[in-house]
């Protein structure tokens, strides 16, 4: 069982405006909400969202949080240009639980993994995520495989269009020991590859509700933006 209660993930098609509402599982009252967000353009957030960490050259890639309402359900993302797509996903983690520690890097060849992460407490979870710039329209399409965290989570690919599309993988690991996670992870690209960016993060989680052991469902489609909700219960 993954030490987030929730995880939905998506990607925010192109249109006319600078703003995006990204759609997430309503949360518990105090959660705590982690956003990892990617896009072409430089990016803002809301009252309320906490940047933690970002890695901009490239792309924009940002980690933000924030701690839950009951029931919350959206986070508006701005653009500083119109017409780009925003890849992202939204981990809930329960009550207590804190944003840990990171490292980043821009302007990254495609094999390149995110950095290392040392000085972690035992006990986090740790994240490695890598984005790429898709910026030629021969690259159809791009997947990860990653060794190290070991668990694979997003894998999400966007074409070019009138914008460059955006390429984003997240991987994690539960209950590092402490100490430094080196990540390492390759790619199958499909038309080429291109430069990007990466980061390192680690959550402590709060203490978690006893509960069976966690099944998994997927939804397509949530909040109109092509989201995927991995739900416990």
Sequence with gaps: MAAFTHRSSGTAPVDAGSTHTLTFTPAAANSLLVLVVASGTLLTFPAGWTEKISAINY?????????????????VITHNAPSYVAQWAVYEFPPGSAYGVG???????????????????????????????????????????????????????????????????????????????????????????SLGERITFSILPGAVVAQPEAEYEHELGHGGLGGDVVAAH
């Design 59 to 75: 792309t924009g890639l940002y980690v933000a949080t924030k701690t839950a309402t009951a029931g919350e359900t959206s986070v």
């Design 103 to 193: 490292s980043q890097t821009s302007g990254q060849a495609a094999n390149v993994p995110p950095p290392a992460l040392t000085g972690i407490p035992s006990g986090h979870t740790v994240f490695a995520v890598l984005d790429m710039a898709i910026n030629n329209v021969g690259m159809t399409a791009c997947t990860a495989a990653w060794t190290q965290p070991p668990t694979k989570d997003v894998d999400a690919f966007a074409p070019m269009g009138t914008n460059d599309g955006d390429y984003l993988t997240v991987a994690y690991a539960d209950n590092v020991t402490g100490g430094t996670v080196t990540p390492a992870v390759s790619l199958a690209a499909t038309g080429g590859t």
